[in-house]
């Protein structure tokens, strides 16, 4: 079965540098386009970054740009999100998350990582 397991998160001051892995498994994950959402408390789930198949084609939120880098491993089976300039307001929980044709299109998603910044 489909299964995305992220890691890496934790506490860092802003300012401070976190990197994301997700690994993928029971699909055949170098086909498809991977993305990170995040849900910070109270708020709905917002894309933060997707990744094309082959790695070459990258989008991020506006409130991202500059600061976050997505990339994958396709050899691994693993995404990144590396995450420079840590604002309190990237707190949040970050999600992996892959669509797939199982009747129809459906969104994949791990257990997420939970990300806080503060001093």
């Known amino acids: 079965q489909v299964q995305l397991v992220e890691s890496g998160g934790g506490l860092v001051q802003p300012g401070g540098s976190l990197r994301l892995s997700c690994v993928a498994s029971?699909?055949?994950?170098?086909?498809?386009?991977m993305s990170w959402y995040r849900q910070a408390p109270g708020k709905e789930r917002e894309l933060v970054a997707t990744i094309s198949r082959a790695g070459s084609i990258t989008n991020y939120a506006d409130s991202v740009k500059g600061r976050f880098t997505v990339s994958r491993d396709n050899a691994k089976n693993t995404v990144y999100l590396q995450m420079n300039s840590l604002k309190p307001e990237d707190t949040a929980v970050y999600y992996c998350?892959?669509?797939?044709?199982?009747?129809?299109?459906?969104?994949?998603w791990g257990q997420g990582t939970q990300v806080t910044v503060s001093s």
């Open positions: 029971g699909f055949t994950f170098s086909i498809y386009l």
């Open positions: 998350n892959v669509k797939l044709p199982t009747g129809g299109i459906r969104d994949y």
